[in-house]
């Protein structure tokens, strides 16, 4: 059975880091491209970083490229996402994904580029 769980949200000021982290079941990363999203309220949903499961190459959106940074531990099946320099607009329930056979670009900005989902974890910045 499949299985991703996003995990590490929480209450953090304006400036401050945290580090989320999705763990895998069900599957290895090779071939497959992991993606973390996010949802604020009132908004739609959002792809912010993927990667490769095979090669670790990173993407990143533009609000937070510079911020964030996505890594994966293959052995441990978890991807990682640092993030630095929080800021209020960061503040949404962010999930990880997961795509097979496809780039972390689609995983992150085509509907159709992922195959499965994990529960989210709630990150709220306060200014």
């Known amino acids: 059975e499949v299985q991703l769980q996003a995990s590490g949200g929480g209450l953090v000021q304006a400036g401050g880091f945290l580090r989320l982290s999705c763990s895998v079941s069900?599957?290895?990363?090779?071939?497959?491209?992991i993606g973390w999203f996010r949802q604020a309220p009132g908004k739609e949903r959002e792809g912010v970083s993927g990667i490769d499961g095979t090669d670790g190459t990173p993407v990143y959106a533009d609000s937070v490229k510079g911020r964030f940074t996505i890594s994966s531990d293959n052995a441990k099946n978890t991807v990682y996402l640092q993030m630095n320099g929080l800021k209020p607009e960061d503040t949404a329930v962010y999930y990880c994904?997961?795509?097979?056979?496809?780039?972390?670009?689609?995983?992150?900005?085509?509907?159709?580029?992922?195959?499965?989902w994990g529960k989210g974890t709630l990150v709220t910045v306060s200014s």
């Open positions: 069900g599957f290895t990363f090779d071939g497959y491209s």
């Open positions: 994904a997961a795509g097979s056979g496809v780039n972390p670009i689609v995983v992150i900005t085509s509907t159709g580029g992922r195959d499965y």
